[in-house]
């Protein structure tokens, strides 16, 4: 079974403050992970995902499958950042079919 | 373009009543996906549509629940006698892919908020 978790629900920060948004999965193959995020009254849309190695609005995420981790990371926060983040796993050859971890809802404090 | 369309944004249903939630996918876009989001959880998936076809079903509950996609006209989840456990965030997605889709273009709805009452 495949499991994606975020362990803070909430997360505050400071403007300028680094943020680190947690996510570890469960699965037994080879995922592939993506971080959606869902601004106040906007639909939800991709962040980022792992395969492409990129960054987007300043946000990084790297796949460490030893610890089958997929943290969000900002070096310097904008209160723009405040918004529910979502974690997700895709696998097993479905690469359609989205699990979500339950989110982290982030604020960024002026 | 306007994106994936959903609606009504909010519907609410007495229990036993019908539920009707519709998708018209991007422009372009011939696969949609309806996925279920509880109060306090993440989104779960519940089925996979192409046009006139159901491919993945394996999220659906197996009774009071149904969708279809036809030749024409918007992707329909359709949930019959509702009852209260059914109120919850109901986004659809579509891709110009079935296979693949979730690295090409893959874009959600601003989904239908449904409460029983």
């Known amino acids: 079974a495949q499991r994606v978790t975020q362990p803070e629900k909430l997360l505050s920060v400071f403007k300028g403050a680094p943020v680190e948004l947690k996510c570890n999965y469960s699965y037994s193959g080879s995922p592939e992970l993506f971080w959606y995020v869902q601004y106040s009254r906007q639909r939800l849309q991709l962040l980022l995902r792992?395969?492409s190695r990129e960054s987007i609005k300043g946000f990084t995420a790297d796949l460490n499958k030893g610890e089958t981790s997929f943290h969000l990371k900002k070096p310097f926060a904008q209160e723009e950042d405040s918004a529910m983040y979502y974690c997700a796993l895709s696998g097993g050859g479905s690469n359609y079919k989205l699990t979500f971890g339950k989110g982290t809802l982030l604020t960024v404090n002026p | 373009n306007a994106g994936v369309m959903q609606n009504p944004r909010h519907l609410v249903r007495r229990r036993g009543q019908e539920a009707r939630l519709r998708c018209s996918p991007m422009?372009?876009?011939?696969?949609v996906y309806w996925y279920r989001q509880l109060p306090e959880e993440g989104l779960k998936f519940m089925v996979y549509?192409?046009?006139?076809?159901?491919?993945?079903e394996s999220g659906m509950p197996k009774e009071r629940f149904s969708a279809e996609f036809p030749k024409e006209g918007p992707s329909i989840l359709r949930i019959q006698q509702v009852v209260r456990g059914d109120s919850a965030a109901y986004f659809c997605?579509?891709?110009?892919?079935?296979?693949?889709?979730?690295?090409?273009?893959?874009?959600f709805g601003s989904g239908t908020r449904l409460t029983v009452v």
């Open positions: 792992h395969i």
């Open positions: 997605a579509s891709s110009p892919l079935g296979q693949g889709g979730l690295n090409y273009g893959y874009t």
């Open positions: 549509l192409q046009k006139e076809n159901i491919i993945d």
């Open positions: 422009k372009g876009h011939s696969h």
